[in-house]
């Protein structure tokens, strides 16, 4: 799956992937009147209103972009009529042609990972059958109880050609608080890094490793360090935009072939119609708005790296 | 909520909490051929096994324990329909009257993380109505993220009368690959520990905060430090039996009151009548083993600790 992801970001010309992270004051009035005069203001028309708006987000897009990363958050907090709309996303978007980076943040032990790795990336037995279930092509895994909990998805990685990008240091504010804490003089993301190298170092992809991590865009120092850290390892770097990172920062995460990173924007793309900049496409255009933001993210970034 | 749990604890004479982790290899045959039957080896199949399984085993043991603890991952494995039986169970337990905690380890940042606690412990709003969604009692954290992680499940606690347990030091054998790395002369979770305590002492209880931690029962000498550190927290202990952990170690994770911890035990409880010791019962009486199990477990528990 790493090939397919640096594949087409080449095809693409666009180290980009856009987080579809739908907020319900993100989406357009007109598709919630629609979606509650249907169902009413219940979940069901919550879920519907956000899968129109997913799904007219990807229409005007799919051609520009290698990916989409969805954040299951805030799908489940619409519980299951919410979950199988993250479903309905997921599939979408693989139905298009591009790659889906679950964003799930999960991270457990033992058997226990591996049923959430079994989950997003691979597939259930039922007596002699076997079901695939949220199947994502990558997700991302959070790695504060270390090695127990990322090899049962690194398992499934590897039978199942997907890949993850794990937590090194996110792009918080607060981020700082456990990341950066010294460690016999290096902070704790560098060691996160060296594991994160150390995990990915045996399933590797044509020229990169299934096993990325995800660095902030808001703190690029700390991303050149880790770039050397991990240099086979895909960093997915969000915070990009809206949480203040600039393309200007950014070069630092990819290596001299250009490839090595994928920057997220949600917020950004998404709900690019509510920004001044986009503000004459209106709101019945609102996907429209998304693919100029596209078209002008995929500018920024590249012209900054390249 | 975490006065109810104290009450519950006090009243039933139990500090333990039963983990609902059902893989689909502890559910007894008879049960799954019946779900088989009734909807083939399909994800619905193996959902109303697992449905069944769990209400047989509070059924058997709600009046003895003051907890139950799914692990939402156990589910989560067979998506959607998985996913509603994890709901089922929560809301089942609670009409027993006993609490839930929801085993979920979430943790992002901002919205996202308040996205996670609105569908687990909050509530969300469609229009002008509101509503609940998984709605456990209380849930785990990761704190990987640091305070911007937290917080939003914090303010939802409080608003809700909820409450969280965030992983300190968790149980498997890998944890100490960061979680025991020294800062300043100090290992991690320490630092995450006084955090946990900070973090709490703005949402108290009558005696204990509404934020909690996980400490696994296989590090009893950290247990004792973290204690202290921590000395309003509940302490949420997995680890014991099936990992290692023996109760006799486990003294130092409770206060002088005789409180202060809840001990968890999963297939050691749901999948008893697969061991030796309660084979007497036979498959057809698994929750009779389990009701057993039980009463072993409180009985192991309460003379170590008093």
Redesign the interface.
């Known amino acids: 799956m790493i090939n397919k992801l640096v594949e087409q970001i080449k095809k693409k010309d666009a180290p980009i992937v856009v987080g579809l992270?739908p907020?319900?004051n993100y989406v357009p009035d007109f598709l919630?009147k629609e979606a509650?005069s249907e169902f009413g203001?219940?979940?069901e028309?919550?879920a519907k209103a956000i899968w129109e708006y997913n799904k007219a987000i990807i229409d005007a897009t799919y051609d520009l972009i290698p990916a989409v990363k969805p954040?299951i958050?805030?799908y489940?907090?619409?519980?299951?009529d919410?979950?199988?709309v993250f479903?309905d996303t997921v599939d979408y978007a693989k139905s298009k042609g591009i790659i889906v980076i679950g964003d799930i943040?999960?991270?457990?032990?033992?058997?226990?990972?591996a049923?959430?790795a079994?989950?997003?990336i691979g597939k259930?037995?039922?007596?002699?059958?076997k079901?695939s279930?949220?199947d994502e092509d990558f997700v991302t895994v959070?790695?504060?109880?270390?090695?127990?909990?990322i090899k049962p998805f690194v398992d499934v990685c590897k039978e199942e050609k997907k890949g993850l990008f794990i937590?090194v240091k996110?792009?918080?504010?607060?981020?700082?608080?456990?990341?950066d804490?010294?460690?016999?003089g290096r902070p704790?993301y560098e060691?996160?890094g060296e594991?994160v190298a150390e995990w990915g170092a045996d399933c590797m992809g044509d020229s990169y490793s299934y096993v990325g991590a995800v660095v902030g865009a808001t703190y690029p120092e700390m991303g050149k360090v880790l770039r050397k850290v991990m240099p086979k390892s895909y960093i997915l770097v969000p915070g990009y935009g809206a949480q203040g990172g600039k393309a200007a920062d950014l070069k630092p995460y990819f290596n001299e072939d250009g490839l090595g990173a994928i920057v997220n924007s949600s917020r950004g793309i998404i709900a690019a119609y509510k920004q001044e900049k986009y503000a004459s496409f209106g709101e019945e255009n609102f996907a429209d708005a998304s693919r100029q933001a596209v078209i002008d993210m995929i500018e920024d970034i590249n012209s900054a790296i390249k």
Do not use: C, W
């Open positions: 992270d907020m319900l919630k509650y203001k219940t979940l028309g919550a954040q958050a805030m489940e907090q619409f519980g299951i919410g979950l199988k479903k943040k999960r991270g457990d032990i033992g058997t226990t990972s049923a959430y079994t989950g997003h259930v037995e039922v007596g002699s059958k079901y279930l949220f959070n790695p504060y109880l270390g090695t127990d909990g937590l996110t792009s918080n504010k607060s981020s700082g608080e456990f990341q804490r010294l460690i016999d704790l060691l996160v594991k």
